[in-house]
């Protein structure tokens, strides 16, 4: 039941985002009170009863994304905003109620988005409530670009290349 991307912090390492719990009371970062299954998301702002939440992430990253989902359970209507690394809307979409963040399972509505010009991050907006600790997300996938880079090969590849050589020398051997 642990929220992917995040005990493993590619989430938290990338991004702005926080545990709303470590945010406002000091707590660890794995503490999820009363939400057994998710996280309950701060941007990490310094702002109180916000309603608006952006999560960024770091321009490596946000760059080398070309696809990105998440879970959300909400207790309000929000709009979901997917950016892209250069700060382009990809997309908005809307955010239902579900009231799912304290049960086990959680009740969570997938989105996902997928560009080829990197995924910088999301926003959330509401117009009239907080938005901070009425907002759960879960099951954080991100996939990664190929970045290019030098190519180091494998060592079961290398042993394969050098059997291969030895095999050519001795073959040329047994002709000439």
Do not use: C
Request: hydrophobic residues 40%.
């Amino acid at each position: 039941s642990d929220v992917p991307g995040w005990e493993s912090q590619w989430f938290g390492i990338h991004s702005n985002a926080k545990n709303y719990y470590q945010i406002k009371s000091g707590t660890p970062a794995s503490y999820r009170g009363n939400n057994p299954d998710g996280l309950w998301l701060d941007d990490n702002d310094g702002v109180n009863d916000d309603n608006a939440l952006t999560i960024r992430f770091d321009d490596v990253f946000a760059s080398s994304l070309s696809s990105f989902s998440l879970d959300l359970a909400s207790y309000l209507n929000l709009d979901l905003k997917f950016f892209d690394a250069l700060g382009n809307d990809l997309s908005t979409l809307a955010v239902t109620p579900t009231f799912g963040g304290t049960q086990m399972p959680g009740v969570y509505r997938n989105f996902a988005i997928s560009s080829t010009t990197g995924i910088g991050g999301f926003s959330l907006l509401n117009t009239g409530s907080t938005i901070e600790g009425n907002l759960s997300l879960d099951n954080l996938v991100a996939v990664v670009n190929d970045m290019p880079s030098a190519s180091v090969p494998e060592p079961a590849s290398l042993i394969l290349l050098a059997l291969g050589a030895v095999g050519l020398i001795a073959q040329r051997r047994r002709l000439g």
